[in-house]
T-cell receptor
Framework: NAGVMQNPRHLVRRRGQEARLRCSPMKGHSHVYWYRQLPEEGLKFMVYLQKENIIDESGMPKERFSAEFPKEGPSILRIQQVVRGDSAAYFC???????????FGDGTRLSIL | GQQLNQSPQSMFIQEGEDVSMNCTSSSIFNTWLWYKQDPGEGPVLLIALYKAGELTSNGRLTAQFGITRKDSFLNISASIPSDVGIYFCAGPTNSGYALNFGKGTSLLVTP
C-alpha cells in the first residue's frame, strides 16, 4: 500500500501529556497538510508543510500545537499539554504540488481522558 | 471564510435508487472536489472538477461544476450498499492549497 500512512491509528492521552502524531506521505509527494475533524463535522485545515518548511500554519492554534516535516522521516504533529478539547480525528494529506489533488491517510483518533 | 453548505444532511435510500446531493458556496471556487469517507477511514477523492460547466463521471458517479462557480452536485446512479458513507464537497481556500470542506451528506443504503 503506497498511500499516506498515519500512526498511531488511535492514541489515548491524559490531560497535560504530550501527543505525537506521525504522517508518511505518498511516495513522490513532498507537500503535506494536516486537518482536524470533530464528530459530524467536515475537516478543518491546520497546517501546510513542504520538506523542512512550514508554508502556512494559519489553521493551527498558536499555543501547544506545532508541526514539522524534516528532510528525513515523517511529518510530525505535536500537541503539548493536551486538554479534553483536543479530542478529535487528525488527518494528514499529501500531494505532488501546491494545486494538485490531496490524498488522505486514515487518520489518528486522539482521545483525551 | 468561504462557507460550503451541503444538502441534504443525510439520506436514507433503497438499493438501486439514484441519489443526488449538492454543495453551495458563499463565494466563487475555481476547483470543486468530491470526497467519500467511510467510518474509521480518511476521505477518498472521488471526482475533481476544474472548469465551470464541467461534467465528469467516475463509474456510477457523476459530478458537475456549476456555471456560477458557486455550486456543484454529485449524482450516484443505481446505488449499492457499499455506497454507504459520508460525502464531502471541498474547494481550495483563498490560499489556493488548503481545502475547505462542507459538513458532509451522510448516505445510508438499505438492501
Amino acid at each position: 500500500n503506497a498511500g499516506v500512512m498515519q500512526n498511531p491509528r488511535h492514541l489515548v492521552r491524559r490531560r497535560g501529556q504530550e501527543a505525537r502524531l506521525r504522517c508518511s506521505p505518498m511516495k513522490g509527494h513532498s507537500h503535506v497538510y494536516w486537518y482536524r475533524q470533530l464528530p459530524e463535522e467536515g475537516l478543518k485545515f491546520m497546517v501546510y508543510l513542504q520538506k523542512e518548511n512550514i508554508i502556512d500554519e494559519s489553521g493551527m492554534p498558536k499555543e501547544r500545537f506545532s508541526a514539522e516535516f524534516p528532510k528525513e522521516g515523517p511529518s510530525i504533529l505535536r500537541i503539548q499539554q493536551v486538554v479534553r478539547g483536543d479530542s478529535a480525528a487528525y488527518f494528514c494529506a499529501s500531494s505532488t504540488g501546491e494545486n494538485q489533488p490531496q490524498h488522505f491517510g486514515d487518520g489518528t483518533r486522539l482521545s483525551i481522558l | 471564510g468561504q462557507q460550503l453548505n451541503q444538502s441534504p444532511q443525510s439520506m436514507f435510500i433503497q438499493e438501486g435508487e439514484d441519489v443526488s446531493m449538492n454543495c453551495t458556496s458563499s463565494s466563487i471556487f475555481n476547483t470543486w472536489l468530491w470526497y467519500k469517507q467511510d467510518p474509521g477511514e480518511g476521505p477518498v477523492l472521488l471526482i475533481a472538477l476544474y472548469k465551470a460547466g464541467e461534467l465528469t463521471s467516475n463509474g456510477r458517479l457523476t459530478a458537475q461544476f456549476g456555471i456560477t462557480r458557486k455550486d456543484s452536485f454529485l449524482n450516484i446512479s443505481a446505488s449499492i450498499p457499499s455506497d454507504v458513507g459520508i460525502y464531502f464537497c471541498a474547494g481550495p481556500t483563498n490560499s489556493g492549497y488548503a481545502l475547505n470542506f462542507g459538513k458532509g451528506t451522510s448516505l445510508l443504503v438499505t438492501p
